[in-house]
């Protein structure tokens, strides 16, 4: 597995970020809480991380986010 780290993005090593990105990341890890830790160490200070992950409720609206029609209450639908 590559490792990515500031060098490789073009960053002085050591450098920090406005905002870091870690969408749909963390479930893939075995150790999220040490990756959280280095993301934390890497965003500038007053900077924003940001960190989702897949969730029932982020799942039921994939479909009103493309525009679908939403299920009624009670509907058997499966949103995975």
Do not use: C
């Not at 490792?3 to 905002?19: C, E, F, K, V």
């Not at 150790?31 to 799942?59: C, D, E, W, Y």
């Amino acid at each position: 597995m590559k490792r990515w780290g500031a060098s490789t993005l073009g960053r002085p090593r050591g450098s920090r970020s406005l905002a870091i990105f870690a969408h749909g990341l963390l479930m893939y890890l075995d150790h999220p809480g040490q990756v959280i830790a280095q993301l934390s160490k890497r965003v500038s200070s007053g900077g924003l991380l940001s960190i989702t992950f897949k969730n029932a409720h982020g799942l039921a609206m994939r479909p009103a986010l493309r525009g679908e029609p939403t299920p009624t209450a009670g509907s058997d639908r499966n949103f995975t």
